[in-house]
T-cell receptor
């Protein structure tokens, strides 16, 4: 079982607030990912990192930003939350060809 | 055309039934094939992983890959109510990111 953690699990916040979604893993994986998933819809890659100080935008345009200062930590930040950001955000890390997912953060922006 | 297509369902079967879940893909460079299971409000968890054509069995689950037809399947034997979840196929080339299908929602009725 993979050890990858996300906090908070649920977040309800007002428009315009700055939020940071936390993701950490204790497996020493270099590759980490953020996905956005709406109910009943596919996963969309929004950011990824291949190691410390490496970050790239994914296939889906996103107004969020990420940082990778430590191997185990890959936070995602929204500077000004909007209702269109309401979604589930999933963090993952990779060992070999296998991705391991965290439990997700369900974000609701009012 | 999306790179990975999957019947969205929902699929509803009686307990004990054999379930067949299918994906097709267009990129012949895909070499690694995975099936993930996602329970409601949870992150996806890896169920099966294979990189060759043919069948791979793990308990009640069998993953089948046909690279010539660009078609993969997951079979669940003796389905249980605990198998009720969304099943995501996923695949990747040797160097690229994982591409996920949209998922098939399965309900196993007692």
């Amino acid at each position: 079982e993979a050890d990858i953690y996300q906090t908070p699990r649920y977040l309800v916040i007002g428009t315009g607030k700055k939020i940071t979604l936390e993701c950490s893993q204790t497996m020493g994986h270099d590759k980490m990912y953020w996905y956005q998933q709406d109910p009943g819809m596919e996963l969309h890659l929004i950011h990824y990192s291949y190691g410390v100080n490496s970050t790239e935008k994914g296939d889906l345009s996103s107004e969020s930003t990420v940082s990778r200062i430590r191997t185990e930590h890959f936070p995602l930040t929204l500077e000004s939350a909007r209702p269109s950001h309401t979604s589930q955000y999933l963090c993952a890390s990779t060992a070999g060809d296998t991705q391991y997912f965290g439990p997700g953060t369900r974000l609701t922006v009012l | 055309q999306k790179e990975v297509e999957q019947d969205p369902g929902p699929l509803s079967v009686p307990e004990g039934a054999i379930v067949s879940l299918n994906c097709t893909y267009s990129n012949s460079a895909f070499q690694y094939f995975m099936w993930y299971r996602q329970y409601s409000r949870k992150g996806p968890e890896l169920l099966m992983y294979t990189y060759s054509s043919g069948n791979k069995e793990d308990g009640r689950f069998t993953a089948q890959v046909d690279k010539s037809s660009k078609y993969i399947s997951l079979f669940i034997r003796d389905s249980q109510p605990s198998d009720s979840a969304t099943y995501l196929c996923a695949m990747k080339t040797s160097y690229d990111k994982v591409i996920f299908g949209p998922g098939t929602s399965l309900s196993v009725i007692p």
